[in-house]
Structure formats: structure tokens, C-alpha cells
């Protein structure tokens, strides 16, 4: 037993020196090659400049696009069981969350109350914060959403979001004690941004998930410390603090008509909930894996604000109109690229 | 060119050192270059810490640079007083005069110090306290998230971007063209309605993305991560 510890430890240790001697001398240049690459590939890909056919209505189904690409069948799996273990596995752990040059630790427990998933999120560092989430599926999965949670599990979900990223394995690694395969999810235009998710080998689940920016920027990094597969009782849902926020499934997946037109979205993403608020309403568009919000509300004159506002990989757009004399506040929230919340922010359409 | 590419070295370098990841050959070159650059690369190097002390949430007493010299100098000046006392000997209360006022002037330095330093602190404090977002003004290097694993080949060194630190959205207005000897990121102080906009489309997002993705639980994090305990 020790004898194995050592070994293992001595190993790790090698490696590591390994790392270190090759990459400390080289680090700059090896960053700057890094930073060059992507930049490369993406010119091809923006909308308006390559010469792929744009849909400026966005609203294309992506099945009539370009064959996509005949992925590697053993990411395909892969990706049909992320998808599945995200809607339907019972787990409990302690994640790390960071971004903002900060890191916060939570503990997330998921768990299955008669068919659909109850989650709690509470905030171990910093100010006391906790939601606990219930009963949110049902409506998506009736509507058959092909974006819906459990979309890349479908062919039609797989297809859509191979049209948008290109899936790439990128090795292998442990996380939370557990063995992971790498795989980088990368976008094929600027108008969204990359992922890399460690997905667990047994079970399916992102143990790892890493957001990422042009020029390999990392916006946003959430990871596994301590992962616990067993059955979730009863208690470990209820909120732990008396300041938990509750959230009850108020959404619909596609169940309200927006009044409001978008001129453009970037391609591949379509709306796939919409809700109305007291104050207006909201519209949820996904590409399967990014997602963005548009919000359109009668705040009055004081929120004509136009800029935006970061927090994270989280960027909001705000913007207003004016329809039959009356202000509108137009605000785009999502983990996209600054640029492309301000496009369609600026793409909202008076209502018919 | 080659000169951008040097200093992009440094930066890096330096970074490194901050992280305690710098090599042998990191340190050697910065220890030249802040020898070759004079205070340049020093005070980087203090502002640095100083930024990090604040992030971390500590009291920090700035270490100004500044100061420090001009203590020497006033020091240095002081001298030449008591020096010139010396030989007017035949004032005898112009001797004792100097013999108290030497203690007494370099216990005033030692406050002028502590004074500076608490007024620096609460500079650096203030906008932290107030829940407000000024603290990512402050000069900050890129942050290097401490790495577990070598990262496969293709997304070498994520840097963890640091665009803001407090819970609060960052504002960034668009630009009016004209605005002149304005920053391009000018941060704005918002409204609090504005701010309880802001946070509140960003929580309801996060919840309907988590709807709608397969992310998991990461959307849960960032719509609970802003959340404000109720006012």
C-alpha cells in the first residue's frame, strides 16, 4: 500500500518537473503561438465575411444547413450521456466556482422528485446565498424542444449543436478523484463561446466545465472538488438557510408568442422559452449549449441607459425603443460575446 | 517590436513571480530589468501586491514608494541642522533646544507615516465597503488560476479574466463619439434601480438558461452568485 503511494507520488512528481522545465523558458512563446491560433481560424467563420450562406432571420432550421460534420461516434456518445446524466442523476458535491479573478466554493445537490429535478446551490464563501430549484422540466420536455435540457441526447439536439461547435477530445484527466475525458466544445463563429467540459467516464457528468473566450481565455471555471453518486434523501433538498430563494418552475418552453420580432440572431439559435413579466416580457434563445436572454420591458425614462454591464461570463446589453410613443427598455443577458448582445439588442422589432 | 515583445516577457514574468510560479530564469530578468528600469518595475510589483492584498480583503498599509524617498530626503535634510547647531556652542539653550527637538521631529516623520498609510488604507477601502465597484480600477494583473494538471495542448495558460470583483454587474456606457481624453472602459457608477435591474435579468437568465442548457448546474451558480440578501 505505501509502496504504491510512493510510486504514485513519485510519478506525479516527475511529471509535474516535466511540465515545469518544458514549459516555464517557453511559457511566452508558447502563448503567444496559442493566442495566434484561434484568432486564425476565426475570421472564416464570422458571419458577413466568410462565404457561408448568413440567414439574417436566424430562424433556419439548422438541419438544412451543411451536412454536419461526421463526428467521432465515441463523442457522440459521450455527449449523449452528459446530457443524460445532467437531467437524471442523483448526485451531491463541493465545486468550486470561479471567475472575476475570484473563487467561491458551493455545495450543489441534484436530485430526481417524481420525474423531474429538484437542485440546491448554496454559496460556502462569501455572503450567504441559496436557491433550491423544482419542478422546471416538465413543460420543456412535453414541448419536445429539440433544445430543450435533454437535447443532445436527441440526434436532431446533437446535429444542431454540431452545427455551431466543433467537438474535439482533448485528452484525459482527473477531477474529483474520478476519471474524466476532456472535450472542448469550439464555436464555429464568433457569436458564441467555447466550452471545455470534463466529463466523468462512468457517469457521464461534467465534472469540470471551463468557458472560454476568444484567444483561450478562460471567463468562468466551475469544478468538482468532492463528487457523492449516492441517493439524494429528502432533507438534503430542503433549504439549509433561511435566506434560500426558492425557485418554483414558472417557465415555458415555447408556450408564449413574443410580441416582439428579433431582426437577426446569430445562427443556430433559436428561442426556445418565452415568459411574460410584470413589467413585460422575457425571451430565452439557445444554440444548445450557449444561451442568451432578451428582455423587453416598460421600465420608464430613468432606465434609458445604453452600455453594458459585465459580471462574469455574464454581459448585459442594454438598449430602448420607442413604439407608439412609449419607451421601451431593451436588455440582452447572456454568456455571449459583448459585441453579439449588442447586435441584437439593437435587432428587436417593433411588434406587428 | 522587439522592445513590445520584452515587455510582454516581463509582464509575464512578473505575473509568474506573483504567483510564486516564476523560474530561476524569471527571476533573474526581472531582478536585471528592475535594476536596468530603475522604480518602474518596482512599483509595478508593489501595486501588484497591494491590489492583491486588497482582493484578498485585507488591511493593507500601501508601501509608497514615494514616501519612503521623501522621508529619506527629509531625514537627510535634518542634518545639516543639527550639525550646524553643533558649532554654535556658545547658545547653550539654542544646544538644548536641538538635543530635545531631534527625538521630537523624528517621532513627527514617524506619524507623518502613519497617517499616510491609514489614509491610503482607506482609500483603498472605502469603494470595497461601500459595495461598490471602483476596486477594479485599481491596477490588477491577470490572474492565473492555480493549475492542477498540465492542460491539454490548445487552450495553454486560461487566464481566469478578471473583469470585475464585487457581486455588482460592471457598467460600461457606450462610447459617444467626440468624448475626448475619455477611457474607452469609463466605469459608471449606476443607479441602484439600475443596479437591481441588472441583477435581477441576470438571475432570471441564469434560471431559464439552466432550463434550457446542458450545463448542469453552473447556470444554478451564476444566478445565485449576485444574489443580494434582501434590503
Known amino acids: 500500500m505505501a509502496k504504491d503511494f510512493s510510486l504514485l507520488t513519485l510519478k506525479a512528481n516527475s511529471s509535474l518537473l516535466a511540465f515545469l522545465l518544458f514549459a516555464s523558458p517557453l511559457l511566452p512563446v508558447a502563448v503567444a503561438q496559442e493566442a495566434d491560433t484561434p484568432q486564425a481560424e476565426a475570421p472564416e467563420a464570422v458571419p458577413g465575411t466568410g462565404s457561408a450562406p448568413q440567414n439574417p432571420g436566424g430562424a433556419a432550421p439548422a438541419e438544412s444547413r451543411v451536412a454536419p460534420p461526421t463526428g467521432d461516434a465515441e463523442i457522440q456518445a459521450l455527449l449523449g450521456k452528459l446530457a443524460n446524466a445532467v437531467a437524471n442523476l442523483e448526485y451531491r458535491g463541493l465545486v468550486t466556482f470561479e471567475h472575476m479573478g475570484v473563487m467561491e466554493t458551493l455545495e450543489v445537490v441534484h436530485g430526481i422528485r417524481n420525474g423531474e429535478p429538484v437542485e440546491r446551490i448554496r454559496f460556502l464563501t462569501g455572503a450567504p446565498r441559496e436557491m433550491v430549484s423544482r419542478g422546471h422540466d416538465a413543460q420543456c420536455r412535453r414541448d419536445g424542444s429539440p433544445l430543450s435540457r435533454a437535447g443532445l441526447w436527441s440526434n436532431m439536439g446533437l446535429q444542431n449543436v454540431q452545427n455551431n461547435y466543433q467537438f474535439l477530445q482533448r485528452g484525459e484527466e482527473r477531477i474529483a478523484d474520478r476519471e474524466a475525458v476532456v472535450l472542448e466544445a469550439r464555436p464555429r463563429d464568433a457569436h458564441r463561446f467555447g466550452l471545455v467540459v470534463s466529463v466523468d467516464r462512468e457517469t457521464g457528468l461534467p465534472l469540470k466545465s471551463l468557458l472560454v473566450a476568444p484567444a483561450g481565455r478562460v471567463l468562468e471555471r466551475f469544478q468538482f472538488v468532492e463528487l457523492d453518486l449516492t441517493a439524494i434523501d429528502d432533507s438534503e433538498l430542503q433549504p439549509h438557510s433561511a435566506s434560500a430563494r426558492e425557485s418554483e418552475g414558472t417557465g415555458h418552453c415555447g408556450s408564449l408568442v413574443s410580441r416582439w420580432q428579433m431582426g437577426w440572431v446569430p445562427s443556430g439559435f433559436k428561442a426556445v422559452a418565452a415568459r411574460e413579466l410584470a413589467d413585460g416580457e422575457m425571451q430565452v434563445f439557445s444554440d444548445g449549449l450557449s444561451a442568451f436572454t432578451v428582455f423587453v420591458q416598460k421600465l420608464g425614462p430613468s432606465m434609458n441607459y445604453r452600455g453594458r454591464a459585465v459580471r462574469g461570463a455574464t454581459v448585459a446589453y442594454m438598449d430602448h425603443i420607442e413604439v407608439n410613443d412609449e419607451h421601451y427598455t431593451v436588455t440582452v443577458v447572456g454568456e455571449i460575446p459583448d459585441n453579439t448582445a449588442q447586435l441584437v439588442a439593437k435587432a428587436v422589432k417593433t411588434p406587428r | ?231
Open chain 2, 1 to 231: 517590436m522587439s522592445h513590445g515583445n520584452h515587455q510582454q516577457r516581463l509582464d509575464e514574468s512578473l505575473s509568474a513571480l506573483m504567483d510564486g510560479e516564476a523560474s530561476e530564469l524569471e527571476v533573474q530578468r526581472l531582478l536585471k530589468e528592475s535594476d536596468a528600469s530603475g522604480g518602474d518595475l518596482g512599483q509595478r510589483w508593489s501595486r501588484y501586491q497591494l491590489a492583491a492584498s486588497v482582493m484578498r480583503g485585507e488591511k493593507v498599509a500601501p508601501v509608497n514608494l514615494g514616501l519612503a524617498a521623501s522621508i529619506s530626503a527629509a531625514i537627510a535634510d535634518e542634518l545639516p541642522l543639527t550639525a550646524s547647531a553643533e558649532p554654535q556652542a556658545a547658545n547653550d539653550a539654542s544646544a538644548i533646544h536641538s538635543r530635545w527637538w531631534r527625538p521630537l521631529s523624528r517621532g513627527a516623520v514617524a506619524a507623518t507615516v502613519a497617517f499616510a498609510a491609514v489614509l491610503g488604507v482607506q482609500q483603498m477601502q472605502a469603494p470595497q465597503m461601500g459595495g461598490d465597484e471602483l476596486v477594479a480600477e485599481i491596477e490588477r494583473p491577470a490572474q492565473q488560476p492555480v493549475q492542477s494538471v498540465p492542460q491539454p495542448s490548445g487552450f495553454l495558460v486560461p487566464t481566469l479574466n478578471t473583469r470585475s470583483v464585487s457581486t455588482n454587474p460592471q457598467l460600461v456606457p457606450e462610447q459617444r463619439i467626440g468624448g475626448m481624453g475619455v477611457s474607452p472602459q469609463v466605469q459608471v457608477v449606476p443607479s441602484p434601480e439600475l443596479m437591481r435591474h441588472l441583477n435581477r435579468v441576470m438571475m432570471e437568465h441564469s434560471e431559464q438558461a439552466a432550463r434550457v442548457g446542458s450545463q448542469g448546474m453552473v447556470p444554478f451558480a451564476r444566478a445565485t452568485y449576485g444574489e443580494r440578501p434582501p434590503e
